[in-house]
C-alpha cells in the first residue's frame, strides 16, 4: 500500500527556472495539501484541496500554483523558482469527512533547492 | 501571528524516565489536536490526537492532555524509549469555509539517551 507518493525526492533548480511537485494516493482520500518544511518554522501550508476541482491558499502561497489533476492527484508549480522557495515540500491526504480528526497522511518529502 | 507554538526546540530525556513535549494554542474554535512525529528523511506520521471536548486521551505510552482554559496541551511518553528520538509536531485542526486544514507547530526535537 503506497499511501501518499512524491516525485521528485531532490531536485536543484537555478533561480528564475520552474519546475512541477507530483503528488499521488491512493488511499481514496477527498482532501489534499502541500505544506513546506523551513528549520524553525514547522510546516507551513501552501495551498490545500478539499474535493476535486477545489483549490484554495494556504498560509505561504505565494510563487506557487497547484491543480487538482484528479481525485488521486495534486501538483504543486514554481513558475519562476527564487532562492526562498528552497525548502522541504510535503504533500498530504485526508478523507476530510465532517467530524474526526482529519488525520494526514504525508508523503516521504521533496527536498528543493534553489541556486 | 502563530496559533500554534511550541516554545522548546529541543528536549533530552533518560531512556526510561517520561518525556513532556509542551504546545500552545491562542484560537478557541480549534476542535481536534493532533501530534506527529517525524524522522529525518521521512514524512510526519501521525501519533495520537485528542478531540476539544475531551481532557486526555491514552494510546499505549503515549497520553496527550488537554487544558481548554489555559489553551495548552501536552504529549507524556512514558517510559521512553531510544527509538522515541525524532522531532515531534503538536497541530490543530481548523474547519472553516466547508474544509479542514492543519495548523502545525515549529516542533520540538526529542532525544533519548540509552
Known sequence: NAGVTQTPK???????QSMT?????????????????????????????ASEGTTDKGEVPNG??????????????????APSQTSVYFCASSP????GANVLTFGAGSRLTVL | D?????NSPSLSVQEGRISILNCDYTNSMFDYFLWYKKYPAEGPTFLISISSIKDK???????????????????????????DSAVYFCAASEFMDSSYKLIFGSGTRLLVRP
Not at chain 1, 476530510?96 to 467530524?99: H, K, L, R, S
Not at chain 2, 502563530?2 to 511550541?6: F, L
Not at chain 2, 505510552?61 to 524509549?81: D, E
Request: glycine share 8%; with cysteine.
Open chain 1, 64 to 81: 506557487y500554483n497547484v491543480s487538482r489533476l484528479n481525485k488521486r492527484e495534486f501538483s504543486l508549480r514554481l513558475e519562476s523558482a
Open chain 2, 57 to 83: 486521551n491514552e494510546d499505549g505510552r503515549f497520553t496527550v492532555f488537554l487544558n481548554k482554559s489555559a489553551k495548552h496541551l501536552s504529549l507524556h511518553i512514558v517510559p521512553s524509549q531510544p527509538g
Open chain 1, 96 to 99: 476530510g469527512e465532517i467530524g
Open chain 1, 10 to 16: 531532490f531536485q536543484v533548480l537555478k533561480t528564475g
Open chain 2, 2 to 6: 502563530q496559533q500554534v507554538k511550541q
Open chain 1, 21 to 49: 511537485l507530483q503528488c499521488a494516493q491512493d488511499m481514496n482520500h477527498n482532501s489534499m495539501y502541500w505544506y513546506r518544511q523551513d528549520p524553525g518554522m514547522g510546516l507551513r501550508l501552501i495551498y490545500y484541496s
